[in-house]
């Protein structure tokens, strides 16, 4: 079992920066694939971005040039830096992993841990 804890969600003004945390409860070392999601009110969760072993990172469209991903297997954790924040941004973020040693993400199965989430507001 792989505990996920996010922070640095918060307020912030259209075009500003905010940085999100996500701390493993155990080594992140054997996890193939870790990533954000987030879930906006009335909207389906959607991938922001996912970082895999092999150093690859995956963006959604919408972030893309705004949003970078990052991964500290030394520390357990994985980070998302967001800048150029907009409106449409706003949203909680959900730190995720699949399973150590799995492949459900990689599959389409999606990810196997979900971290509780951290809001992001971006007022226009």
């Known amino acids: 079992q792989v505990q996920l804890v996010e922070s640095g969600g918060g307020l912030v003004q259209a075009g500003g920066s905010l940085r999100l945390s996500c701390a493993a409860s155990?080594?992140?070392?054997?996890?193939?694939?870790m990533g954000w999601y987030r879930q906006a009110p009335g909207k389906q969760r959607e991938m922001v971005a996912v970082?895999?072993?092999?150093?690859?990172?995956h963006y959604a469209d919408s972030v893309k040039g705004r949003f970078t991903i990052s991964r500290d297997n030394a520390k357990n954790t994985i980070g998302l830096q967001m800048n150029s924040l907009k409106a449409e941004d706003t949203a909680v973020y959900y730190c995720a992993a699949e399973e150590p040693y799995g492949s459900s993400w990689y599959l389409g199965y999606g990810m196997d841990y979900w971290g509780k989430g951290t809001l992001v507001t971006v007022s226009s």
């Open positions: 155990s080594s992140i070392s054997s996890i193939n694939a």
């Open positions: 970082a895999t072993s092999d150093g690859v990172t």
